[in-house]
């Protein structure tokens, strides 16, 4: 039960400002809080029921994942890591050890003073002053106890539609992320190779701009190496450094991947039908001769150290191949000599389908697959072994991100698109009618 106090201050703390400097060198502190606490709170979160219909639930928590810095100098209390977004805060007990009486008031009434008690339940919400006085009564001290709560949900993924203002119609959408600025390329209306482009930071579009220097009728994926633009027409590997004007690189080849990571090295395939690579698109390796199934023409590439070594690196294609039902994986790694093709697993719901046109990213460490006409996101969380729908109701315990839709006006899109990923933490997505979402989530997200 909490006992009230009307805190009366001894004569003695009435004593000017250097009486008080003098008594402070010349003993030891006698009041102090040492160590500080939340107990157990509930958290709101907004679910689906069982009917899937919007709900509320509370989960409980505890501060013991937060810890309270207590600043002597400045006599402040506070958690540097915020307790989760919807954490309820006006009654809360608290764990507090120090020397001297601890007491504690409000901040809209600082007058009023309470004994303190670890059965309390202590309203945070209205701002805490926690009050110490050593056991002779001659020294006071007052902490700021501020709890910080997340003011937004982190693991949200938060959609935007950019101005659109000189993005044309294109088909055969590609899309490449360089620096601050994302990429896509296609061809217009009036079938003319197109890019467009934006900077993160300044927001505007520069567009649409006519591709020169590749032949009439190009239409294929565009890769981007060591900040150097390359595609693919009639055999012959083109580059570009603006993305806008391209030069020939080398002849026979019949198709690159684009690269959803920053690699050291580059992914092809020969008009002789071999895997090729090359760290400087001067010498290029023969890997080895095409494997059955493997995509021959346009894919993705992903490419990041092993979480157990990180001197070896992990490469994942992802593209179309002769299974009509499935999509294609493949696996290849530093030290190994040819890749391997990812065996599909029995049960249909947890694979990678092959449908009309299927994307994929690697963002906060996972594999995502964006399909034609679907709601949300499938993730690999074992680079594309299986692929969980990313459900935003969830039976039970689940390793996926539930919280990874599409955005509204996408959801259900039945035709071209292209998506990447920037150096913002954002994710981009373009459709072949003109229409640009930007979404991240929002721990994710760099200014």
Known sequence: MRGRLFFLL?????????CLDEMETTKSPQAAITS???????????????????TVVHRREGSYMFPFTIDQINNRIYNEDSLSYGSVINAVTTSVYGVGTIVYSYVDSPDSAYLW???????????????????????????TVDVNVRKVFPDSLVWSRPDTTGVPVMSGISAASRG?????????????????????????????????????????????????????????????????????????IKGVFSQGTESDCFWAVSQDSNIIRTSDMSE???????????????????????????????SVLIGPS?????TSVWTILSNDSVWSRVNTPADESIS????????????????????????????????????????????????????????DGFKG???????????????????DDGRVWRGAINRLIKR
């Open 180 to 252: 601050d600025s994302v990429y896509f390329f296609g061809t217009d209306t009036l079938g003319t190779a197109t890019v467009s482009f934006r900077n993160s930071k300044s927001g505007a579009w520069n567009g649409a701009n006519a591709m020169t220097g590749l032949p009439a009728g190009w239409s294929n994926t565009v890769a981007l190496f060591k900040d150097v633009f390359y595609t693919v027409c009639e055999g012959t590997l083109y580059g570009s450094e603006d993305g806008i004007a391209w030069n020939t690189v080398r002849t026979g």
């Open 117 to 143: 008690s670890s059965a309390d339940s202590i309203d945070f919400v209205r701002g805490v002053l926690f009050r110490v006085a050593s056991t002779d009564g001659s020294f006071l001290r007052t902490y």
């Open 413 to 431: 899109y039945g035709s071209e698109f292209a998506c990447v990923t920037d150096g913002k933490g954002s994710i981009w997505i373009m459709t």
């Open 322 to 326: 002769d299974d009509t039902l499935h």
């Open 352 to 407: 990678l389908p092959a449908s009309g046109n299927i994307q994929a990213i690697r963002y906060d460490g996972a594999l995502f697959a964006l399909e034609e006409g679907a709601g949300s996101f499938r993730q690999s969380n074992d680079n594309g072994i299986t692929w969980y729908y990313c459900d935003r109701y969830a039976y039970d315990y689940s390793s996926w991100n539930r919280y990874m839709q599409y955005p």
């Open 10 to 18: 001894p004569a003695v703390l009435f004593l000017s400002v250097s």
């Open 36 to 54: 500080f606490t939340l107990g157990y709170y509930n958290v709101m979160v907004h679910d689906l029921d069982i009917h899937r219909k919007d």
């Open 284 to 314: 290029w390796k023969t890997v080895q001769a095409l494997p059955s199934g493997f995509p021959d023409s346009t894919g993705v590439v992903f490419s990041y150290p092993l979480a157990t070594n990180k001197s070896i690196t992990r």
